[in-house]
C-alpha cells in the first residue's frame, strides 16, 4: 500500500487534499490513479482501519473515496463509523462499496443533501461518472470551505454525461416494456389456444363467436363442446377484472368445469345447475387472494329435441330472439362464482323452435346491446334492434364492428364475448 503523507501535509489550508481514498486494498486501481493524475488532483490513500489519525483534520479533505471488499464485522463497524463522521462534516463521499447493514446512531441510509453518496461497485462504475461525482463533490467542498475554485469539470462536460446515461436508462426501460409487450403477446395467443378451434356446427344449429380482449389478455372465456351425438354444452364466463390475473382465473375455469363424467363403458352428461354448482365449490375452495370472483352462464342443447337447459352465476341473462317477437331476457336467479361456497343453482329449459337465436354474452358488451334502468327494466339498444334479425353470422359481424367503433373511456374499455347459436329453419 502507498505510505501515506497525510499527517505532515495537513498544515495549513495550503495542504487542502483533494481526493482521500480509503480502502482495505494494497493498492488503488490503476485506472482511478490515471484519471486523478490526468486531471491533477492531490489525493492520498489511507487504509480504512487509520481513518481515526486525521478525523480532527477533515477540514483539510475535498471528497472521500471509500473502496473495500470482503469486509468482517469489525471491519463494518469501522466502516460505518467512518461514514458517519463525514457525513457529519458534510463530506461528500463515493462509495465503491456496499453501506454496512448495521444500525450506527445518527447514520443515514439515504445520502444527504450534501452527502454526494454514490453506493456501487467498481465493476459498474465508469470513469466518466466517478469523475463527474468527484468534481461535483469538490465544488461542493471548497464553495462551502471559502475556497475559490474554477469548476473542475465543464458545464457541458457534465450534462453530456447525464444525457449519455438518461439515453442508456431510457433505452434499457424501452427495452424492458418491449419485452413485456412480447411476453404479454405470446400469453394472450396461449390464452386463445384455450377456444374452441372450431365451431360444431351442424345441419340443425350454426353457431357464431366474438372474442375481444380489453389488453393482450381477457378475462373472459368461453368454450361450445360436442358432448355426444346429441348433446352441445356452452358457456361464456367473465373474471371480474380484467389484464393477467383475470386471464390465469379464466384457464383455471375452463379446466374446471366439467360437463360430463365417464365410467367403465358409459358415460354421465351433467346438467347445468350442477355443473355451476361444482365450479362454484371449486372456485371457492382455491380461497383465492384479492377478492376475485366470476360469473358464468352454461347451456346444454338437445340438437334433436331443441331443448336447451341452462343455469347461471350473477351472468347477464342469454337473450332469446324469436321472429315475431320481442326480445327476452332468460331470468334465472344464481349467485356469483368463488363466494359462497355452499351455494345452490337452479336450472330452466325451454324448447326451442327453427328460426330462434340465443345470444350468451359477457357485461362488455352490455353498452351496445342494452342497459338496465330503475323504472322500466332492461331496455333493448336501437342498434341492437337494427340487427336482432339477421342471421347469426352476419349479426355477429355486425356486432363486432359496433363494439370496435364504440367510444368509451380507456378505463371503461371491458373485455368482450359472445356467444350465438341459430335453429336454422
Given at each position: 500500500?502507498?505510505?501515506?503523507?497525510?499527517?505532515?501535509?495537513?498544515?495549513?489550508?495550503?495542504?487542502?487534499?483533494?481526493?482521500?481514498?480509503?480502502?482495505?486494498?494494497?493498492?488503488?486501481?490503476?485506472?482511478?490513479?490515471?484519471?486523478?493524475?490526468?486531471?491533477?488532483?492531490?489525493?492520498?490513500?489511507?487504509?480504512?482501519?487509520?481513518?481515526s489519525k486525521v478525523r480532527d483534520r477533515l477540514d483539510l479533505i475535498g471528497t472521500v473515496i471509500i473502496d473495500t471488499k470482503d469486509s468482517d464485522f469489525s471491519q463494518q463497524q469501522q466502516l460505518a463509523r467512518t461514514i458517519e463522521s463525514l457525513e457529519i462534516e458534510n463530506i461528500g463521499m463515493i462509495l465503491l462499496t456496499d453501506r454496512p447493514d448495521m444500525p450506527v446512531?445518527?447514520?443515514?441510509?439515504?445520502?444527504?443533501?450534501?452527502?454526494?453518496?454514490?453506493?456501487?461497485?467498481?465493476?459498474?462504475?465508469?470513469?466518466?461518472?466517478?469523475?463527474?461525482?468527484?468534481?461535483?463533490?469538490?465544488?461542493?467542498?471548497?464553495?462551502?470551505?471559502?475556497?475559490?475554485?474554477?469548476?473542475?469539470?465543464?458545464?457541458?462536460?457534465?450534462?453530456?454525461?447525464?444525457?449519455?446515461?438518461?439515453?442508456?436508462?431510457?433505452?434499457?426501460?424501452?427495452?424492458?416494456?418491449?419485452?413485456?409487450?412480447?411476453?404479454?403477446?405470446?400469453?394472450?395467443?396461449?390464452?386463445?389456444?384455450?377456444?374452441?378451434?372450431?365451431?360444431?356446427?351442424?345441419?340443425?344449429?350454426?353457431?357464431?363467436?366474438?372474442?375481444?380482449?380489453?389488453?393482450?389478455?381477457?378475462?373472459?372465456?368461453?368454450?361450445?363442446?360436442?358432448?355426444?351425438?346429441?348433446?352441445?354444452?356452452?358457456?361464456?364466463?367473465?373474471?371480474?377484472?380484467?389484464?393477467?390475473?383475470?386471464?390465469?382465473?379464466?384457464?383455471?375455469?375452463?379446466?374446471?368445469?366439467?360437463?360430463?363424467?365417464?365410467?367403465?363403458?358409459?358415460?354421465?352428461?351433467?346438467?347445468?345447475?350442477?355443473?355451476?354448482?361444482?365450479?362454484?365449490?371449486?372456485?371457492?375452495?382455491?380461497?383465492?387472494?384479492?377478492?376475485?370472483?366470476?360469473?358464468?352462464?352454461?347451456?346444454?342443447?338437445?340438437?334433436?329435441?331443441?331443448?336447451?337447459?341452462?343455469?347461471?352465476?350473477?351472468?347477464?341473462?342469454?337473450?332469446?330472439?324469436?321472429?315475431?317477437?320481442?326480445?327476452?331476457?332468460?331470468?334465472?336467479?344464481?349467485?356469483?362464482?368463488?363466494?359462497?361456497?355452499?351455494?345452490?343453482?337452479?336450472?330452466?329449459?325451454?324448447?326451442?323452435?327453427?328460426?330462434?337465436?340465443?345470444?350468451?354474452?359477457?357485461?362488455?358488451?352490455?353498452?351496445?346491446?342494452?342497459?338496465?334502468?330503475?323504472?322500466?327494466?332492461?331496455?333493448?339498444?336501437?342498434?341492437?334492434?337494427?340487427?336482432?334479425?339477421?342471421?347469426?353470422?352476419?349479426?355477429?359481424?355486425?356486432?363486432?364492428?359496433?363494439?370496435?367503433?364504440?367510444?368509451?373511456?380507456?378505463?371503461?374499455?371491458?373485455?368482450?364475448?359472445?356467444?350465438?347459436l341459430e335453429i336454422l329453419p
Amino acid at each position: 500500500m502507498e505510505k501515506v503523507k497525510l499527517l505532515t501535509a495537513i498544515e495549513p489550508k495550503k495542504g487542502f487534499i483533494d481526493v482521500l481514498y480509503l480502502t482495505n486494498q494494497s493498492q488503488i486501481p490503476p485506472e482511478i490513479k490515471r484519471l486523478l493524475k490526468r486531471r491533477k488532483l492531490s489525493y492520498h490513500t489511507l487504509p480504512i482501519d487509520k481513518f481515526s489519525k486525521v478525523r480532527d483534520r477533515l477540514d483539510l479533505i475535498g471528497t472521500v473515496i471509500i473502496d473495500t471488499k470482503d469486509s468482517d464485522f469489525s471491519q463494518q463497524q469501522q466502516l460505518a463509523r467512518t461514514i458517519e463522521s463525514l457525513e457529519i462534516e458534510n463530506i461528500g463521499m463515493i462509495l465503491l462499496t456496499d453501506r454496512p447493514d448495521m444500525p450506527v446512531r445518527s447514520f443515514s441510509i439515504s445520502p444527504s443533501r450534501t452527502s454526494f453518496s454514490m453506493i456501487n461497485t467498481m465493476e459498474s462504475v465508469s470513469m466518466d461518472e466517478l469523475w463527474a461525482k468527484i468534481s461535483a463533490n469538490l465544488a461542493y467542498r471548497k464553495k462551502s470551505s471559502g475556497i475559490t475554485t474554477k469548476p473542475l469539470i465543464p458545464r457541458k462536460h457534465v450534462l453530456r454525461i447525464h444525457r449519455n446515461k438518461l439515453a442508456e436508462q431510457l433505452s434499457m426501460t424501452k427495452t424492458l416494456a418491449d419485452n413485456l409487450a412480447e411476453q404479454l403477446r405470446l400469453a394472450g395467443l396461449v390464452q386463445q389456444d384455450f377456444l374452441p378451434a372450431q365451431l360444431p356446427n351442424t345441419d340443425e344449429v350454426h353457431w357464431a363467436t366474438v372474442f375481444l380482449p380489453a389488453e393482450w389478455v381477457s378475462g373472459d372465456i368461453y368454450d361450445i363442446v360436442r358432448i355426444d351425438e346429441q348433446h352441445i354444452g356452452f358457456y361464456v364466463a367473465d373474471v371480474v377484472g380484467h389484464g393477467m390475473p383475470a386471464a390465469l382465473l379464466t384457464i383455471f375455469l375452463k379446466q374446471a368445469l366439467l360437463m360430463r363424467e365417464t365410467y367403465d363403458s358409459n358415460y354421465r352428461i351433467f346438467p347445468p345447475s350442477e355443473i355451476i354448482k361444482n365450479l362454484n365449490m371449486r372456485m371457492a375452495a382455491q380461497k383465492l387472494s384479492g377478492y376475485q370472483f366470476a360469473t358464468c352462464c352454461y347451456c346444454l342443447l338437445n340438437i334433436k329435441t331443441l331443448q336447451l337447459t341452462f343455469a347461471r352465476a350473477g351472468h347477464p341473462y342469454p337473450i332469446l330472439i324469436r321472429g315475431g317477437q320481442q326480445l327476452e331476457q332468460l331470468e334465472i336467479r344464481g349467485s356469483l362464482l368463488g363466494i359462497f361456497e355452499q351455494a345452490e343453482y337452479p336450472q330452466q329449459t325451454i324448447q326451442l323452435q327453427p328460426g330462434d337465436k340465443l345470444l350468451l354474452y359477457s357485461d362488455g358488451a352490455e353498452p351496445f346491446i342494452g342497459k338496465f334502468d330503475d323504472e322500466t327494466g332492461f331496455g333493448f339498444s336501437e342498434q341492437f334492434y337494427e340487427i336482432k334479425d339477421s342471421p347469426v353470422v352476419e349479426m355477429m359481424d355486425r356486432l363486432n364492428t359496433i363494439a370496435h367503433n364504440q367510444k368509451i373511456e380507456p378505463s371503461e374499455v371491458d373485455d368482450i364475448t359472445m356467444v350465438a347459436l341459430e335453429i336454422l329453419p
